[in-house]
C-alpha cells in the first residue's frame, strides 16, 4: 500500500534528533567550522551516551545473505522486527545534519566501517569490533578505500594484503587517502578501519577484499589530515600501512578470491542513501532559512496563483522545495526498500545522485537570495554550501554513481559501459 | 508506514489499464494524431472496462468501487504512456462525474450519475482554461452572477476536451471576485441560450483528442445547476485533483519517452557498438530515468494527501510544475537520443516532444 506516514520509530527518533540538532549542533556550527578538525566534547560525549545503547548491527538489510544458521522463517521475523532502521537512520541523519553536517560526521559511532562489518562480517567479528561502541569512552570507526591513483575506480586499488602462513596473519602494505573520521577512529580512540586491499592483483576486482585494521596497530600511521572546502570538523585522513599485520580472522567476507568485490560494492548500497539523507538536511536547513527571512520581510509565496505570474524569488523557492522533495523521496524509497529486504543497488545510486546534484544547486540558491549576506559568514548560509558539496562526491560522486543507474538500465556490465 | 508498493487491488488496475494501453492506445497512436480524431469504438472500448465509470456509488446504479486518488494516478499513468491524447479522451467524462460525485447536491447525483453507469461513452466534460497569457486558475475571467433564482455566465473557454461532441459541459466561473474559494462550477447543457462551441481548435500537440472553445453571452442557468448549490464547491481541491491527474500523465508519456530512447540506443550502433556505450547517451538516459520516478514519487505524495483529506494544494502544485518541467526534458532527451530519426514522426518521441510542451498550459483537463 503506497503510504508516506513516517512509522512511529522514525517519527520519534526525528523529534528526538531534531531537539539536538537545534539546541546543541547549531549552537557550535560556526565555531567547528572555524577551528577545523577540533572535536566538540560536549556534543561528542552527549552522543557517545545516546549511541552506547543503540544497536549498531541494525543497519543493512538490502542487499545482506540469509544467514545459513536460521530458518527462514526465522530471518523473516527478524528482519520484520528490525524493519524501519534504513529509513529511520536516514531519517535521523536528516536532522542532525540539519543542525550541523560536519559535527554529524564527528558522531563517535562505527560509521562506514561500522556498516562493513555489519553487512559482511560474522558474529564473532561483530562481538570483537562493534560491541566497543557501547562502552567506555567515544571512539569512531572508518573506511579506507581511495588512494592517491585510484578514487572511484576501487578496481585498481594497490594496497596489498599478504598472508603469513607462519603466523597466520595478514601484512598490508600501502596508502589510503580521504578517510573520514581516519584519525579520530586509529588515533585518538580505540576505534578501528575497514581497509580495502588486494590478496591478488592478477584477479582484479575479485581479489579486493575488505579487512578491519584496529587503532594504533604498529605498522599503522595517519601521515596527513586534509584541509578541506567544507565539513571541517571532520577529519579526512591519509593513512599509511608499512608492513603492517593483523590476525587472519580481520577479514571480511568469503576469503576465497572468486567472491570479493561484490560483498564489498553492496555496502554502498546501504551507505549511498544515508550520504543522499545527509545531504536532505542541509538543503532544508537553508530552504528553511530563506523562507523564513522572506517571512520576516514579508515576501509571499503564492502557491497555486499562475505559473506565469509568479516572482523569481518565488520561482526559485518553489523550484528549491520540489527538489528537495523529490530527493528526499526517491531516499526514502531506497531505504524502504532496504528495510523490505528489496535488492536496492539502483535506487540506491538513484537516490544519491539526485541528492547529492540537487542539494547543491539548492544551497547555491540559497547563497544567491540572500544576496552579500547570503555569502557572508555571519550566516550559516555559505557554510551549508561548502558542506553541502561532499554529498555529490563522496561515496560516488555523482557521475559514478549515474554510471550504476546507467548500467542498471541498459542491462551493461562494467566492460560494456565504461 | 513509508511504501511504495501498490496494493494488490491497484496493481490489477494498473496492469489491466498498462494492458490496453499497450494493446489499443499504441498502436493507435500515431494514426490517431495525424487524422486528428479519437475513433468513438476506441472510447468505448475503454468505457466498457471501467476506466471511469467502476467508481460511481450504487444507490445511483453503479459499482460503487472505492474511488482514490492514488488509483488514478497509477491508471493515468499507464493510460498515458500508451498515448497522452487518446488517455485524456477516455478519463474525460470523470471530469464532469467526479465533482457531482463529490459536491453535487442529492439531486444533482440523482439527474445526472445514473447514466455515467450506463453501456455508452458519456459525453460529458469541464470548461477551466481561458485564452490568455497568464491563465490564472485563481482569477478566472470568466464570471457568473447571481441574478435572482439564476445565474447569468460570460466568458470564454478554450481546451474543452471533447467540447465540440459533448452535451454537458461542467463550467467554472468566479462568482463573487478573485480566489479558489470564490470559483463555482455550472452544469451547462448543450445547446443553452448564448453558448457558442467551436469547431475543434488546431493544437502543436494532443492533437487526437478534439478541444473546443466556448463562448458564453449572458448564458442563463437555473439556481439548482450551480455544483453542489448554494454550499458550492472545494474547487482548490478539484484543481488538485486536476494537478495530480495530469502530472501522472506527464509521467506516464515521460517513461514512454524514456523506454523507447533506451531501447533505440541499445540498438542503434555508431562507430561499430551501441551508443549506449557511450556514457555521453547512457547518461542522458539514466538522468531520463531519475528524473520520472522523481516526479512519481511528488505526485503520489499529493495524491496519498488528497486521499487522507489533507490540504494538498502545496503539494500537488510543486508536484505539478516538477512534471511539467520533467516531461518537456526527457520528451526532448527521446526526441536528441534518436537523433536526425527523432525528428521524423515516423518515431513517436516527436509526438511525445509536442504533446510535452502542452503540460504547463493545461489546468482542469483530467481528473483522478
Same mark, same amino acid.
Given at each position: 500500500?503506497?503510504?508516506?506516514?513516517?512509522?512511529?520509530?522514525?517519527?520519534?527518533?526525528?523529534?528526538?534528533?531534531?531537539?539536538?540538532?537545534?539546541?546543541?549542533?547549531?549552537?557550535?556550527?560556526?565555531?567547528?567550522?572555524?577551528?577545523?578538525?577540533?572535536?566538540?566534547?560536549?556534543?561528542?560525549?552527549?552522543?557517545?551516551?545516546?549511541?552506547?545503547?543503540?544497536?549498531?548491527?541494525?543497519?543493512?538489510?538490502?542487499?545482506?545473505?540469509?544467514?545459513?544458521?536460521?530458518?527462514?522463517?526465522?530471518?523473516?521475523?527478524?528482519?520484520?522486527?528490525?524493519?524501519?532502521?534504513?529509513?529511520?537512520?536516514?531519517?535521523? +541523519?536528516?536532522?542532525?545534519?540539519?543542525?550541523?553536517?560536519?559535527?554529524?560526521?564527528?558522531?563517535?559511532?562505527?560509521?562506514?566501517?561500522?556498516?562493513?562489518?555489519?553487512?559482511?562480517?560474522?558474529?564473532?567479528?561483530?562481538?570483537?569490533?562493534?560491541?566497543?561502541?557501547?562502552?567506555?569512552?567515544?571512539?569512531?570507526?572508518?573506511?579506507? +578505500?581511495?588512494?592517491?591513483?585510484?578514487?572511484?575506480?576501487?578496481?585498481?586499488?594497490?594496497?596489498?594484503?599478504?598472508?603469513?602462513?607462519?603466523?597466520?596473519?595478514?601484512?598490508?602494505?600501502?596508502?589510503?587517502?580521504?578517510?573520514?573520521?581516519?584519525?579520530?577512529?586509529?588515533?585518538?580512540?580505540?576505534?578501528?578501519?575497514?581497509?580495502?586491499?588486494?590478496?591478488?592483483?592478477?584477479?582484479?576486482?575479485?581479489?579486493?577484499?575488505?579487512?578491519?585494521?584496529?587503532?594504533?596497530?604498529?605498522?599503522?600511521?595517519?601521515?596527513?589530515?586534509?584541509?578541506?572546502?567544507?565539513?571541517?570538523?571532520?577529519?579526512?585522513?591519509?593513512?599509511?600501512?608499512?608492513?603492517?599485520?593483523?590476525?587472519?580472522?580481520?577479514?571480511?567476507?568469503?576469503?576465497?578470491?572468486?567472491?570479493?568485490?561484490?560483498?564489498?560494492?553492496?555496502?554502498?548500497?546501504?551507505?549511498?542513501?544515508?550520504?543522499?539523507?545527509?545531504?536532505?538536511?542541509?538543503?532544508?536547513?537553508?530552504?528553511?532559512?530563506?523562507?523564513?527571512?522572506?517571512?520576516?520581510?514579508? +515576501?509571499?509565496?503564492?502557491?497555486?496563483?499562475?505559473?506565469?505570474?509568479?516572482?523569481?524569488?518565488?520561482?526559485?523557492?518553489?523550484?528549491?522545495?520540489?527538489?528537495?522533495?523529490?530527493?528526499?523521496?526517491?531516499?526514502?524509497?531506497?531505504?524502504?526498500?532496504?528495510?523490505?529486504?528489496?535488492?536496492?543497488?539502483?535506487?540506491?545510486?538513484?537516490?544519491?545522485?539526485?541528492?547529492?546534484?540537487?542539494?547543491?544547486?539548492?544551497?547555491?540558491?540559497?547563497?544567491?537570495?540572500?544576496?552579500?549576506?547570503?555569502?557572508?559568514?555571519?550566516?550559516?548560509?555559505?557554510?551549508?554550501?561548502?558542506?553541502?558539496?561532499?554529498?555529490?562526491?563522496?561515496?560516488?560522486?555523482?557521475? +559514478?554513481?549515474?554510471?550504476?543507474?546507467?548500467?542498471?538500465?541498459?542491462?551493461?556490465?562494467?566492460?560494456?559501459?565504461? | 508506514?513509508?511504501?511504495?508498493?501498490?496494493?494488490?487491488?491497484?496493481?490489477?488496475?494498473?496492469?489491466?489499464?498498462?494492458?490496453?494501453?499497450?494493446?489499443?492506445?499504441?498502436?493507435?497512436?500515431?494514426?490517431?494524431?495525424?487524422?486528428?480524431?479519437?475513433?468513438?469504438?476506441?472510447?468505448?472500448?475503454?468505457?466498457?472496462?471501467?476506466?471511469?465509470?467502476?467508481?460511481?456509488?450504487?444507490?445511483?446504479?453503479?459499482?460503487?468501487?472505492?474511488?482514490?486518488?492514488?488509483?488514478?494516478?497509477?491508471?493515468?499513468?499507464? !493510460?498515458?504512456?500508451?498515448?497522452?491524447?487518446?488517455?485524456? #479522451?477516455?478519463?474525460?467524462?470523470?471530469?464532469?462525474?467526479?465533482?457531482?460525485?463529490?459536491?453535487?447536491?442529492?439531486?444533482?447525483?440523482?439527474?445526472?450519475?445514473?447514466?455515467?453507469?450506463?453501456?455508452?461513452?458519456?459525453?460529458?466534460?469541464?470548461?477551466?482554461?481561458?485564452?490568455?497569457?497568464?491563465?490564472?486558475?485563481?482569477?478566472?475571467?470568466?464570471?457568473?452572477?447571481?441574478?435572482?433564482?439564476?445565474?447569468?455566465?460570460?466568458?470564454?473557454?478554450?481546451? /474543452?476536451?471533447?467540447?465540440?461532441?459533448?452535451? !454537458?459541459?461542467?463550467?467554472?466561473?468566479?462568482?463573487?471576485?478573485?480566489?479558489?474559494?470564490?470559483?463555482? #462550477?455550472?452544469?451547462?447543457?448543450?445547446?443553452?441560450?448564448?453558448?457558442?462551441?467551436?469547431?475543434?481548435?488546431?493544437?502543436?500537440?494532443?492533437?487526437?483528442?478534439?478541444?473546443?472553445?466556448?463562448?458564453?453571452?449572458?448564458?442563463?442557468?437555473?439556481?439548482?445547476?450551480?455544483?453542489?448549490?448554494?454550499? #458550492?464547491?472545494?474547487?482548490?481541491?478539484?484543481?488538485?485533483?486536476?494537478? /495530480?491527474?495530469?502530472?501522472?500523465?506527464?509521467?506516464?508519456?515521460?517513461?514512454?519517452?524514456?523506454?523507447?530512447?533506451?531501447?533505440?540506443?541499445?540498438?542503434?550502433?555508431?562507430?561499430?557498438?551501441?551508443?549506449?556505450?557511450?556514457?555521453?547517451?547512457?547518461?542522458?538516459?539514466?538522468?531520463?530515468?531519475?528524473?520520472?520516478?522523481?516526479?512519481?514519487?511528488?505526485?503520489?505524495?499529493?495524491?496519498?494527501?488528497?486521499?487522507?483529506?489533507?490540504?494538498?494544494?502545496?503539494?500537488?502544485?510543486?508536484?505539478?510544475?516538477?512534471?511539467?518541467?520533467?516531461?518537456?526534458?526527457?520528451?526532448?532527451?527521446?526526441?536528441?537520443?534518436?537523433?536526425?530519426?527523432?525528428?521524423?514522426?515516423?518515431?513517436?518521441?516527436? !509526438?511525445?516532444?509536442?504533446?510535452?510542451?502542452?503540460?504547463?498550459?493545461?489546468?482542469?483537463?483530467?481528473?483522478?
Amino acid at each position: 500500500m503506497i503510504d508516506f506516514e513516517l512509522p512511529k520509530g522514525a517519527a520519534f527518533a526525528k523529534q528526538m534528533t531534531h531537539g539536538v540538532a537545534e539546541g546543541l549542533m547549531r549552537k557550535w556550527a560556526r565555531w567547528a567550522d572555524d577551528n577545523e578538525h577540533e572535536h566538540v566534547e560536549e556534543y561528542v560525549n552527549m552522543m557517545y551516551e545516546v549511541s552506547k545503547s543503540m544497536d549498531p548491527g541494525a543497519f543493512g538489510g538490502g542487499s545482506k545473505k540469509k544467514e545459513k544458521k536460521e530458518g527462514a522463517q526465522e530471518d523473516k521475523k527478524k528482519k520484520k522486527k528490525r524493519g524501519g532502521m534504513n529509513l529511520q537512520m536516514a531519517v535521523t +541523519i536528516e536532522e542532525l545534519s540539519w543542525g550541523d553536517a560536519g559535527l554529524y560526521l564527528q558522531t563517535p559511532n562505527p560509521a562506514l566501517g561500522g556498516a562493513a562489518v555489519s553487512a559482511v562480517g560474522t558474529d564473532e567479528q561483530k562481538e570483537k569490533f562493534l560491541k566497543r561502541f557501547s562502552t567506555g569512552k567515544p571512539k569512531w570507526g572508518a573506511m579506507a +578505500i581511495t588512494e592517491p591513483g585510484a578514487g572511484s575506480d576501487t578496481a585498481s586499488i594497490t594496497t596489498t594484503a599478504v598472508l603469513d602462513k607462519e603466523t597466520n596473519e595478514w601484512v598490508i602494505n600501502g596508502e589510503k587517502i580521504f578517510v573520514t573520521q581516519g584519525k579520530s577512529a586509529i588515533e585518538d580512540s580505540e576505534g578501528f578501519v575497514v581497509v580495502w586491499a588486494t590478496v591478488d592483483r592478477k584477479a582484479g576486482r575479485a581479489g579486493i577484499k575488505s579487512f578491519v585494521v584496529d587503532h594504533h596497530t604498529p605498522g599503522m600511521k595517519v601521515t596527513k589530515v586534509e584541509e578541506k572546502l567544507g565539513i571541517l570538523a571532520s577529519d579526512t585522513a591519509a593513512i599509511v600501512f608499512e608492513d603492517c599485520r593483523i590476525p587472519y580472522e580481520n577479514i571480511l567476507g568469503d576469503p576465497e578470491v572468486k567472491t570479493g568485490f561484490k560483498g564489498a560494492m553492496a555496502t554502498f548500497d546501504n551507505t549511498r542513501p544515508m550520504v543522499a539523507a545527509s545531504a536532505l538536511g542541509i538543503g532544508r536547513a537553508s530552504i528553511e532559512f530563506v523562507k523564513e527571512t522572506f517571512e520576516k520581510e514579508g +515576501i509571499p509565496i503564492r502557491y497555486g496563483i499562475s505559473p506565469n505570474k509568479l516572482t523569481a524569488r518565488e520561482r526559485d523557492v518553489m523550484w528549491m522545495e520540489a527538489q528537495l522533495q523529490a530527493a528526499r523521496l526517491l531516499t526514502w524509497k531506497a531505504t524502504s526498500m532496504a528495510d523490505a529486504g528489496i535488492p536496492n543497488s539502483l535506487e540506491s545510486s538513484m537516490c544519491k545522485s539526485k541528492a547529492g546534484l540537487a542539494v547543491t544547486l539548492v544551497c547555491q540558491k540559497a547563497v544567491e537570495l540572500m544576496g552579500p549576506l547570503g555569502y557572508s559568514k555571519k550566516l550559516l548560509l555559505e557554510k551549508w554550501l561548502r558542506d553541502a558539496k561532499i554529498n555529490d562526491i563522496f561515496e560516488g560522486t555523482g557521475q +559514478i554513481n549515474m554510471l550504476v543507474v546507467a548500467r542498471r538500465i541498459f542491462g551493461y556490465s562494467s566492460k560494456e559501459l565504461k | 508506514m513509508i511504501s511504495f508498493e501498490p496494493s494488490e487491488e491497484q496493481r490489477m488496475i494498473r496492469d489491466t489499464a498498462l494492458d490496453f494501453a499497450a494493446g489499443e492506445l499504441r498502436p493507435n497512436s500515431h494514426e490517431c494524431d495525424e487524422k486528428g480524431e479519437i475513433p468513438e469504438a476506441l472510447l468505448q472500448s475503454a468505457w466498457e472496462l471501467g476506466m471511469v465509470n467502476a467508481c460511481m456509488p450504487e444507490e445511483h446504479g453503479g459499482v460503487g468501487m472505492e474511488r482514490s486518488a492514488i488509483t488514478g494516478a497509477l491508471m493515468c499513468e499507464e !493510460l498515458a504512456y500508451g498515448d497522452l491524447s487518446i488517455a485524456m #479522451g477516455i478519463l474525460t467524462p470523470a471530469l464532469f462525474a467526479y465533482p457531482i460525485m463529490e459536491f453535487g447536491t442529492e439531486e444533482q447525483k440523482k439527474a445526472y450519475l445514473p447514466r455515467f453507469s450506463e453501456a455508452s461513452f458519456q459525453k460529458a466534460t469541464a470548461a477551466v482554461v481561458e485564452p490568455v497569457m497568464d491563465f490564472d486558475l485563481a482569477e478566472l475571467t470568466c464570471t457568473a452572477k447571481k441574478d435572482g433564482s439564476s445565474y447569468v455566465i460570460n466568458g470564454e473557454k478554450c481546451f /474543452v476536451p471533447l467540447g465540440a461532441r459533448a452535451d !454537458l459541459f461542467m463550467v467554472y466561473a468566479a462568482l463573487d471576485g478573485p480566489g479558489y474559494e470564490n470559483v463555482a #462550477g455550472f452544469i451547462v447543457e448543450k445547446g443553452a441560450r448564448g453558448l457558442t462551441v467551436s469547431e475543434p481548435e488546431s493544437n502543436m500537440g494532443i492533437k487526437a483528442m478534439d478541444t473546443a472553445e466556448l463562448k458564453l453571452e449572458n448564458v442563463e442557468v437555473a439556481a439548482d445547476a450551480r455544483l453542489g448549490g448554494d454550499a #458550492g464547491c472545494d474547487f482548490a481541491k478539484l484543481m488538485n485533483y486536476s494537478r /495530480v491527474a495530469l502530472g501522472s500523465m506527464a509521467v506516464g508519456m515521460a517513461r514512454a519517452s524514456f523506454d523507447y530512447a533506451r531501447d533505440y540506443a541499445k540498438e542503434r550502433e555508431a562507430f561499430g557498438e551501441p551508443i549506449a556505450h557511450r556514457q555521453a547517451v547512457a547518461f542522458m538516459v539514466a538522468e531520463m530515468a531519475i528524473e520520472v520516478d522523481a516526479a512519481r514519487c511528488l505526485l503520489w505524495e499529493a495524491a496519498w494527501m488528497l486521499d487522507k483529506d489533507k490540504d494538498a494544494l502545496r503539494e500537488s502544485y510543486l508536484a505539478k510544475m516538477y512534471a511539467d518541467r520533467m516531461v518537456m526534458w526527457v520528451c526532448d532527451c527521446g526526441v536528441q537520443v534518436l537523433g536526425g530519426h527523432g525528428y521524423i514522426r515516423e518515431h513517436p518521441v516527436a !509526438l511525445w516532444f509536442r504533446n510535452a510542451r502542452g503540460f504547463a498550459s493545461f489546468e482542469g483537463m483530467a481528473t483522478v
